[in-house]
């Protein structure tokens, strides 16, 4: 029984390929001019899943340096929304504002901000829900400042108490 069932499935695999042979030979055909086009490129050894991270991770100068940390200028566009920030900002002012910021983001502070987080996120989803009613575009950026203030208000109140 086993046989007949998988020789029918070899049958209908092998009908859809002779319907479909001329797909599948331009298929190939295109999969091996690129295969000949990727051959000429030059670049580190790829391994599967990590591809050539891995080569890249042995540089220091990449991941370690301070130097390199210039932005591309897809960045320019988030400039005109967020400003110059830790995000867009470079160099010195980067430096400098990341040394401020670090210790403020540590796992264990930020853990403290877990229930404040949880409260205020559900609140500016009700917000949300009742303000949006499907026909008319809103603009959330008062309410996501607000929820901002609101978590790190909370979180000054839980420190007082």
């Known amino acids: 029984m086993y046989t007949a069932i998988f ?6 695999f092998l009908l859809v390929a ?18 000949e086009q990727f051959e000429k490129l030059t670049g580190p050894p790829a ?17 370690d340096s301070s130097v390199n940390i210039s932005k591309s200028s897809q960045y320019e566009k988030l400039k005109e929304w967020i400003g ?6 470079t160099n010195e002012k980067w430096r400098s504002r990341r040394k401020m910021l670090t210790q403020t983001f540590h796992f264990a502070v930020l ?16 917000v949300l829900q009742f303000r949006a009613d ?14 901002t203030l609101d978590i790190i208000c909370g979180r000054l109140r839980s420190v007082a108490e």
């Open 84 to 89: 110059d920030g830790l995000l867009i900002s």
């Open 18 to 35: 002779f319907r479909k042979r001329r797909e599948l030979l331009e298929f190939w055909r295109v999969r091996r001019v690129c295969n």
């Open 111 to 126: 853990k403290d901000y877990q229930k404040v987080f949880t409260a205020q996120g559900k609140t500016l989803v009700e």
């Open 134 to 147: 499907n026909m008319n575009p809103i603009d959330i950026l008062p309410y996501i400042k607000r929820c």
């Open 47 to 63: 391994v599967p899943i990590f591809g050539s991270t891995w080569y890249f991770k042995k540089d220091p100068i990449i991941f």
């Open 7 to 12: 020789t029918a499935i070899i049958i209908y």
